[in-house]
């Protein structure tokens, strides 16, 4: 997919979740843009799946980019992040020592208030 298509697909995606449920999980913007698929990510919350990013269909450049342009879309909503608790799931077969810097990144956007 080519970098105006998909970024368009992410800010569609984004846009509904953030209709339907008020907020927007980096996770969920992955799954409906298609380079993540949904039952490799609840294996992961299930801890069938040592780390997330070994489901992720496209490599890290191609997360890092996505998530950036995910942030710079909501920042430009006003949207205010928020920490989401995943208990012990990783996200990176490297671990998760930097959470900010790894992908999928574990913060949600929620419309502030």
Not at 1 to 28: C, F, G, N, Y
Not at 31 to 59: E, Y
Not at 60 to 71: C, S
């Amino acid at each position: 997919m080519l970098w105006h298509a998909w970024k368009h697909e992410s800010q569609r995606t984004a846009e509904a979740l953030l209709a339907e449920r008020r907020s927007v999980r980096p996770i969920d913007v992955l799954v409906g843009i298609g380079w993540l698929a949904q039952p490799n990510v609840d294996r992961w919350a299930q801890g069938r799946v040592l780390s997330l990013d070994r489901c992720v269909q496209v490599d890290a450049n191609h997360v890092t980019a996505a998530l950036a342009a995910l942030q710079r879309w909501a920042e430009d909503r006003g949207l205010m992040p928020s920490e989401a608790d995943y208990q012990d799931l990783q996200f990176t077969a490297e671990g998760d020592s930097d959470r900010r810097t790894r992908l999928p990144h574990p913060l949600g956007v929620n419309r502030h208030s």
